[in-house]
């Protein structure tokens, strides 16, 4: 792609770093917010800067929050004996739609991933570990996505908490709700038969 | 969508007014750039702020340059003469990629459209129609897209140019090189039977 404009490639090479962003996309954008009045482009720029520089992690769960304990970990109406072990921010915002969950979260930041290079020290799991041996903790509920990475980071946290009085539990697999049968691959179908539940106790769930 | 922070809702909110980025994909986005070194943040950020406040555009044919005037109009190569009239500067950078065009071009910032509040004045068709004027034009190409907007664009300009002495001509349409007729639309299949070339001619063309 050839630029008239040296400021103008700048912004489109930069914009196009963004995962799932290419040049077209990126020239795209760029092309928009110079159609637009100045102030909306300074206020996405400053949006970012600022989010970036002024970032804060909840000191309990790890969750971004703008205080030092997010609005979950210091929601009294919230259980913390349950926690609910996810990967990303993304995850806890999922949960938190469903409105099914009253406990708190740990976000890991990541999975043990030894292809990419992140061993258990990249991860936030440390002071997982550290409050399950404060007794703080009654039941964690790994909710890691089923892949290998995730089983791999599920199988070393529990290993870990080894000794330590606490039940674990992982989020049900299964066929998703207003699915066909037919289209359900093997190994989600499988499990779903596998873990079945009490016909009594699903009539309970809406 | 439920933010844990301010800073972060604020964030996506202001990536999310781009076109085609949605909330979840604009979540995406500031996830990667919140996992990325603060200094990736901040080029994105003053190259889009940079670009929007230090922008020019070539006095002659309102491309975006970073002179006066831009590098095709002070190309001593190019004939001034022969201009090709187009909506923005994507289409000069599609058309220089063809290797296939010596003469200028003429950026209009858009097309006439009384339904978006876009009209003649709103375009650079002014200093067009001055250049003409000015007998510097010899042949004037329009290359608009072939939608209402662009067919009224060119014909406005048409009008324009009356008692002037110019030769206009538009693109070509017709069957995109290497496309099956059967997958073709009407219209565009029409035109090229009606605008057919001498097949000695066509043999001339790589």
Redesign the interface.
Same mark, same amino acid.
């Given at each position: 792609?050839?630029?008239?404009?040296? !400021?103008?490639e700048? %912004?489109v090479?930069?914009?196009s770093? *963004?995962?799932?962003?290419g040049k077209r996309?990126a020239?795209?954008?760029?092309?928009?917010?110079?159609k637009q009045p !100045?102030d909306?482009? %300074?206020?996405?720029?400053?949006?970012? *800067?600022?989010?970036?520089?002024?970032?804060?992690f909840?000191s309990n769960c790890h969750?971004?929050?703008?205080q030092e304990i997010?609005?979950?970990c210091s929601n009294p109406k919230r259980d913390p004996g349950t926690v609910c072990v996810v990967e990303?921010?993304?995850d806890?915002?999922a949960i938190?739609?469903t409105g099914q969950y009253r406990g708190l979260y740990h976000v890991l930041g990541g999975k043990i991933s030894p292809v990419e290079g992140i061993g258990p020290q990249d991860l936030t799991i440390a002071s997982l570990i550290a409050k399950a041996k404060e007794g703080k903790i009654k039941e964690m509920i790994f909710a890691l996505s089923s892949t290998m990475e995730g089983d791999t980071t599920n199988f070393y946290i529990y290993k870990q908490l080894e000794g330590i009085d606490i039940k674990t539990s992982t989020i049900a697999r299964g066929i998703a709700v207003g699915d066909e049968l037919e289209y359900a691959d093997e190994v989600t179908l499988g499990r779903s038969i596998l873990n079945r539940i009490p016909f009594e106790g699903s009539l309970k769930l809406s």
């Amino acid at each position: 792609m050839e630029f008239s404009s040296k !400021l103008l490639e700048n %912004a489109v090479d930069e914009m196009s770093q *963004l995962p799932g962003i290419g040049k077209r996309t990126a020239l795209r954008l760029v092309m928009h917010l110079l159609k637009q009045p !100045l102030d909306k482009t %300074a206020r996405l720029s400053s949006a970012l *800067l600022t989010l970036k520089e002024e970032i804060k992690f909840c000191s309990n769960c790890h969750n971004i929050s703008d205080q030092e304990i997010c609005e979950i970990c210091s929601n009294p109406k919230r259980d913390p004996g349950t926690v609910c072990v996810v990967e990303d921010i993304r995850d806890v915002m999922a949960i938190e739609n469903t409105g099914q969950y009253r406990g708190l979260y740990h976000v890991l930041g990541g999975k043990i991933s030894p292809v990419e290079g992140i061993g258990p020290q990249d991860l936030t799991i440390a002071s997982l570990i550290a409050k399950a041996k404060e007794g703080k903790i009654k039941e964690m509920i790994f909710a890691l996505s089923s892949t290998m990475e995730g089983d791999t980071t599920n199988f070393y946290i529990y290993k870990q908490l080894e000794g330590i009085d606490i039940k674990t539990s992982t989020i049900a697999r299964g066929i998703a709700v207003g699915d066909e049968l037919e289209y359900a691959d093997e190994v989600t179908l499988g499990r779903s038969i596998l873990n079945r539940i009490p016909f009594e106790g699903s009539l309970k769930l809406s």
